[in-house]
Structure formats: C-alpha cells, structure tokens
C-alpha cells in the first residue's frame, strides 16, 4: 500500500469513526451503523451534454458526503433522518413517501427529498428496501456545481444496498438516484452527476457515452498537471428553472430537426451536416443550444484523445473552447464564472480554464502545469476578490482536487 492509500484510507476511517459518533447521539439505542461515502464531481468537459445522450468527462473529487445508518427499529416504518452539518432532523413513515412526493410538507426540509426520492426510487423498482435511521456531513461546497446532491442521492442508494442486501450494477444505481432527482426532487437533471459519484475510480477521469451507459475509465496521470477547482462563491440563482428551461429548449430542437431527418432522436443524433443545413430555419436561440450541444460532444472524443496522446496543450484549448461556447452559445456562464477564467488564463503555465457543472454560477475547473500551481493558488484568488462586482454569498477558493474513488462502504452494517 502507498502512503497515499495509507493516509487517505486513515483519513476516511477518522471520517467514518465520526459520523458513527453522530449517529449514535441522534439514535442513542441499538446495533453499530454501517457507514458510506459517496463523492462530489467535478466535470472536466461534456456540459449539458448527458440529458442529450452525448458524451461526458468527470472525475470524483476528494470531498465527500459521509452516511452512518442502519434499518429503522420502528415497526410502522419510518424514516429518520439527521442531517449533522444543519443540526436539523427529519422523518417520514415509508407509506407516505408517494404522498409527500405529490404534495411536499413545508414542514420537510429540502435535504430530506434526496434521501426520500432515493428510497422511493428503490421501492419503485421493486427492491426490498425497508426504513432507515441515517446521519451524515459532507464536505462538498454547496450550490458550488460540485454535485453535493448527487453525492447525498449516492450515499443514500449505497447504504440502502448495502443494508439490505441487494446486488444492483452501478449504472442501474446510478440511474435509480437521477431517477430520485427527476420525480421526486423536480429537477431534471441528466445522468451524469450520480453516475460519476458511483463509479469514479482514483487517478482517472470517466468517459461515459449516456446513451448506451458504456463507460471508460481514461488514466488522469497528475504528476505534471493538476487539476484546480475555483469556486466564484456566487450562489446559483433560479438554477433549477433555467435548467429545466435548457432541457426544453433541446427538446424542441429535437422536435424540429426531426422533420429534416426522422432518424434524429436526441441532439446527440444531429450531425454538423445535418444542423449546418438547417440552422438557419431554426428560432436562433434554439440553433445556438443545438449547436453548442453538437460540438460540446465532439470536444469531448477529442480531448480524451488529446489526453491520452499526452498533449494537454489540445486538452486546455478544448477546455477553453467549451467555456466559450457555454458562454456565448448556451448562455449559461455568468460574469462572476468569465471572470475566474479570464484571470486563471493569465497565469503563465495554465493549459485551459472553464466553467464546470450547469453554470449560473459555481466553480471553474483548471488545468494547470503542476510548476505553475503554487502561482495560480496565489494570484487567481485574490485578484478575483479584488475585481469581482457583486456580493459574493461565502468565501472564494481554489483547490488542487484529486481525482478520488466512487461510492464505498467504509464499515459494514452489524446487527
Ligand atoms: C448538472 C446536472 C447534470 C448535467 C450538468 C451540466 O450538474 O445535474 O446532469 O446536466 O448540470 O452538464
């Protein structure tokens, strides 16, 4: 074992010893939780792609989100929830999971939909899932675009598994959370968030055609580059209707390059032929979508090639040029976002910066020489601080991330 397996399976045991102590305050009486983890996300290119059945390149960071639990001993089944970094609690009995899904309580807090959606999503399928008495933290900066809620969905999914008992494919797993996403929480999000929180592996990066679910694990070798979150700590306004607004406007895309060629079923079947041809009958906002979601697909082929030759001078520069397009063509950046890239990119020793997750604000991802690090973590901070015009909602930091496992149990379940 490495130095770097033995400290970082250290630090997820102290993790692991310490939601455990949580858990026990919230639920004082009974048997040893099991506990999971489950990471937060970062997408290294392929935006707004995954709802489109393209293509995408996330890695799992070392930020996580930590869940002690174990069946509930309530007879009538119910759900009882700690969330410890609120200091809140929750809990539903599992026969009104459907009716709060209908009709949310305002008395629920929000957190406790991802937990519920899950275990509904589970039911659904037609796992044996009972209740569970459940505590967890996490680590993941939040509303930042790193995929705190997935990795809370994850979390949940993989301490239900494990619980009771069940053999599910990470893919299935990863779909029942976007399911829990979608239906039960209202947003509509693609697959790729829970799918990386899933299946990430150490020191690489994942290729995930989300169309057919065939996944890569593409080597991430970190010893000459690294890759820097940058968060603008600007909250993500109206995030979720704009997305939802995104996803419409791509589904009417689809609707009308249909008639030019029935074969289109997705705007991952639209060829640069076929959207040159007809681009300009299309309402121009729509083409600008379509046209961004055609080339974002083909950047990413091209930058796992481009990383796999080596040359991380063609990966930043399709870095780059997603950013732009997710600027000018998908409109979903923001001045704070355009700003942090701008003064990344002036650092002498960065191959790319962009905008990463579903923007409006949030992080940037960076790819910069591992020399030119110590300079970007002195430089790109505070002059942002300096030069950014808005109020900002926590504190602006950057970070060199690595590329870290999926979902794990760290310590199994004994009755
Ligand atoms: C959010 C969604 C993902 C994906 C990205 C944009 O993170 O949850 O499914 O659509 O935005 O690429």
Same mark, same amino acid.
């Given at each position: 074992m490495s130095p770097t397996h033995l400290s970082l399976s250290?630090?997820?045991?102290e993790r692991a010893t310490w939601i455990e102590q949580k858990f026990r305050q919230a639920f004082p009486a009974g048997p +040893?939780?099991? #506990? *999971?983890?489950? =990471?937060?996300?970062?997408?290294? %290119? !392929?935006?707004?792609?995954?709802?489109?059945? !393209?293509? *995408?390149? =996330?890695?799992? %960071?070392?930020?996580? %989100? *930590?869940?002690? &639990?174990?069946p509930s001993p309530s007879t009538e089944g119910r759900i009882e929830l700690c969330a410890v970094d609120y200091e809140q609690s929750a809990s539903l009995a599992l026969a009104d999971l459907e009716k709060e899904r209908r009709d949310p309580s305002p008395e629920q807090p929000g957190w406790a939909r991802y937990v519920y959606g899950v275990i509904w999503a589970f039911r659904q399928a037609g796992f044996p899932v009972g209740a569970v008495q459940a505590a967890f933290s996490g680590n993941i900066p939040q509303g930042a675009g790193l995929s705190s809620s997935a990795a809370l969905e994850v979390a949940t999914a993989t301490l239900l598994e494990h619980l009771f008992h069940l053999q599910v494919e990470g893919p299935r797993a990863a779909a029942l959370c976007q399911q829990a996403e979608n239906q039960y929480v209202g947003v509509n999000c693609g697959i790729m968030d829970q799918f990386i929180s899933r299946l990430g592996r150490q020191e690489t990066a994942l290729l995930l055609d989300c169309r057919s679910l065939e996944y890569r694990w593409i080597p991430l070798p970190q010893e000459q580059v690294s890759v820097v979150i940058c968060n603008t700590a600007v909250r993500r306004g109206l995030v979720d209707s704009a997305f939802n607004q995104r996803r419409a406007e791509c589904e009417q895309g689809v609707h009308l390059l249909q008639q030019a060629d029935p074969n289109v079923r997705q705007l991952r079947d639209v060829t640069a032929e076929l959207l040159r041809a007809h681009a300009p009958h299309l309402p121009p906002t729509i083409a600008r979508r379509v046209q961004h979601v055609v080339e974002e697909n083909a950047r990413v082929l091209q930058t796992v090639d481009a990383l796999s030759a080596g040359d991380w001078r063609q990966v930043g520069q399709l870095l780059n040029a997603s950013h732009e397009s997710l600027r000018d063509l998908y409109e979903v950046s923001s001045p704070a976002l355009d700003l942090m890239v701008e003064l990344a990119?002036? #650092? =002498?020793?960065?191959? &790319?910066? +962009?905008?990463? !997750?579903? !923007?409006? &604000?949030?992080?940037? *991802?960076?790819?910069?020489?591992?020399?030119?690090? =110590?300079?970007f973590l002195e430089t790109v901070i505070p002059a942002y601080c300096q030069q950014i015009q808005q109020p900002l909602s926590g504190k602006p930091e950057a970070y060199v991330c690595r590329a870290d496992d999926g979902a794990l149990v760290l310590q199994e379940f004994s009755a």
């Open positions: 250290q630090a997820r045991a +040893r939780p099991a #506990v *999971v983890r489950a =990471p937060g996300r970062v997408n290294l %290119i !392929g935006e707004h792609t995954d709802y489109n059945d !393209g293509f *995408v390149f =996330p890695l799992a %960071i070392d930020r996580d %989100i *930590v869940m002690a &639990g174990r990119r002036a #650092v =002498p020793g960065v191959y &790319g910066a +962009r905008m990463t !997750g579903a !923007g409006f &604000g949030g992080c940037t *991802v960076n790819l910069v020489q591992k020399e030119a690090v =110590p300079r």
